[in-house]
Each structure stands twice: as C-alpha cells, then as structure tokens.
C-alpha cells in the first residue's frame, strides 16, 4: 500500500464516516498552496474519479488521486490529540522542508 492509516486514523475515520452517514471513504491528497508549494488534504469521497487509485484498511477506503500519489507514497496518516488540539498529522518520508508555521510544505 502506498499510504497508511494508524490505528487511531482509522478509527477516526470510521467514526465520521458513520457520524456523517454516508460516504465511501476518506480522500487524502495535496493541494498546491502556501509558501512552501503543497498541502495536505483531507475530505469525504462520495464518489470515485477514473484517476483515483483506492485503498482498503482496516474497513476504511483510502482514495488518492495519481497526481497526489506521487508526493504521498510511503505516508502513514496518524490522528493525534495533544491537549486540546486535535487532528490529522501526515509522516511523510518523501517531505524536504516544511514552511514556519506548518501550512505547506515541500518535496
């Protein structure tokens, strides 16, 4: 598999994905944007595009454009809670650099 989910991630995942009622999966990918050029994103997949490549984990669909795939081969996706922030973070082996405040980053 290119792209991982932490067990954490997965549950998460599972409980939007039930919480929302619908949905085949979870879309993960970049998006070009900030000081550093690339993003990562994060949504909901009602439906699945001819340049989609799916993955199944642990009952969780990953979805992943090819362009993307090419920047997020290797990344375990983790969801983790410190204090009173939560959130996604992506363990990207392929990232270089990341810009100051952490919205971007490079390849």
Avoid: W
């Amino acid at each position: 598999m290119a792209i991982t989910l932490s067990e954490p991630a997965v549950e998460r995942v599972k409980h939007f994905l039930e919480n929302r009622g619908s949905g085949l999966g979870v879309r993960v990918g970049v998006t070009t944007t900030g000081c550093s050029g690339l993003a990562y994103l994060i949504e909901f997949v009602d439906d699945v595009n001819s340049d989609d490549e799916v993955f199944a984990q642990d009952g969780v669909n990953v979805i992943i454009d090819k362009k993307s795939l090419v920047y997020l081969d290797g990344t375990e996706v983790d969801f983790v809670r410190e204090g009173l922030n939560e959130g996604f973070q992506f363990n990207n082996p392929n990232q270089k650099a990341a810009c100051g405040c952490g919205e971007s980053f490079t390849v």
